[in-house]
């Protein structure tokens, strides 16, 4: 690895509760904030892993984030924004005390270009390759889940389908049936050409236009690009998957099989699935630790909008939820 690049991975950065706008914070400001990079094999394919934490101190509690369709890992959940903090949702909870973990899908970011789409099933599986790294770095197999848009898909699909890791399960622009979802329509017309290649072009005006297609005034003008100059050294093409399976395979989850506590977000402004597909899914959710949370001021992509601590303040809320007591028959007192 590089001095540059060992620099930008090892760094203290500001990200303690802030205004909506807050300040770029010095190193001297905040405790300090340390990253590391791992390989995960999934069957051949190299699966690159991400983490940060604090330099000092035992962690509260491992946190992994699942990332969607069109950013890689570092994109969606590390990013540096000039002039600004707390942009970074990794940074955000590390100074929290969580251990927090990424990664880029098959096709995504650092990880292994293949030959195929990188669809739902193969990013739930490339969670499984993952797991075996976290395992062996922190002996833990139970880790808390927060995936957004298409990773929410992803996450809630590894949740049905491997429990045993999944302690706790969060989403955020999550869609179940695509049940009258305007985005989905839009997406529905070009369908032909998702279907005709594994990967589709990305610019930075697509880059832009998620920030602008649900609402203008939830993100900073300026974001677009910034994430167009972030992701666009990868190349100038994505996987076509997620958004194959997401006009012509939902659902992809069964509700009735996420046997964890579950938190579902739901921004203002998000056009892809409407309330009542979000609320069917959520009331078949059998444990009764549920939350479904509507938060004002955001539109899809949550975790980058100006009102953003809003969103963090939901999310820490559900991790640190209090254990559930019970009155057991004798009235005596017992944990659940």
């Given at each position: 690895m590089n001095e540059q690049r060992r620099n930008a991975l090892i760094a203290g950065l500001g990200l303690a509760a802030a205004p909506v706008l807050p300040r770029a914070e010095t190193a001297h400001d905040t405790p300090r904030v340390v990253a590391e990079e791992y390989w995960a094999d999934k069957k051949g394919?190299?699966?690159?892993?991400?983490?940060?934490?604090?330099?000092?101190?035992?962690?509260?509690?491992?946190l992994f984030l699942v990332h969607g369709s069109s950013y890689s890992g570092k994109t969606m959940y590390d990013l540096q924004v000039p002039g600004r903090s707390d942009y970074s949702m990794m940074?955000?909870?590390?100074?929290?005390?969580?251990?927090?973990?990424?990664?880029?899908?098959?096709?995504?970011?650092?990880?292994?270009?293949?030959?195929?789409?990188?669809?739902?099933?193969?990013?739930?599986?490339?969670?499984?390759?993952?797991?075996?790294?976290?395992?062996?770095?922190?002996?833990?197999?139970?880790?808390a889940f927060f995936g957004q848009s298409s990773g929410a898909l992803?996450?809630?699909?590894?949740?049905?389908q491997h429990p045993q890791h999944v302690e706790r399960l969060a989403l955020d622009a999550f869609v179940w049936t695509?049940?009258?979802?305007?985005?989905?329509?839009?997406?529905?017309?070009?369908?032909?050409?998702?279907?005709?290649?594994?990967r589709r072009k990305v610019s930075a005006e697509f880059y832009r236009s998620i920030f602008t297609r649900d609402h203008?005034?939830?993100?900073?003008?300026?974001?677009?690009d910034i994430v167009a100059k972030e992701e666009m050294q990868y190349g100038d093409t994505v996987p076509t998957g997620t958004y194959v399976d997401m006009t012509t395979k939902l659902p992809l989850v069964d509700p009735e099989k996420v046997s964890c506590p579950?938190?579902?977000?739901?921004?203002?402004?998000?056009?892809?699935?409407?309330?009542?597909?979000?609320?069917?899914?959520?009331?078949?959710?059998?444990?009764?630790?549920?939350?479904?949370?509507?938060?004002?001021g955001l539109?899809?992509?949550?975790?980058?909008?100006?009102?953003?601590?809003?969103?963090?303040?939901?999310?820490e809320g559900f991790l640190t939820m209090p254990a559930r007591i019970d009155l057991g028959k004798d009235h005596g007192v017992s944990h659940g």
């Open positions: 394919v190299k699966l690159w892993v991400y983490r940060k934490r604090l330099f000092e101190g035992k962690p509260r509690a491992q940074d955000h909870f590390a100074r929290l005390g969580y251990d927090v973990w990424t990664m880029d899908h098959e096709g995504y970011g650092h990880s292994e270009r293949t030959s195929g789409n990188s669809d739902v099933q193969s990013g739930a599986d490339d969670l499984a390759a993952a797991m075996a790294v976290v395992e062996k770095a922190t002996g833990n197999a139970r880790l992803r996450a809630a699909r590894f949740a049905n695509g049940k009258d979802s305007p985005t989905l329509a839009e997406r529905a017309k070009k369908l032909p050409e998702y279907q005709a290649s594994n203008s005034g939830a993100a900073e003008p300026m974001l677009g579950v938190l579902i977000c739901r921004a203002e402004h998000d056009g892809i699935a409407t309330d009542e597909d979000i609320l069917a899914f959520w009331a078949k959710l059998p444990n009764a630790d549920k939350q479904l949370v509507k938060i004002a539109a899809h992509t949550a975790i980058l909008g100006v009102n953003r601590g809003r969103f963090y303040h939901a999310l």
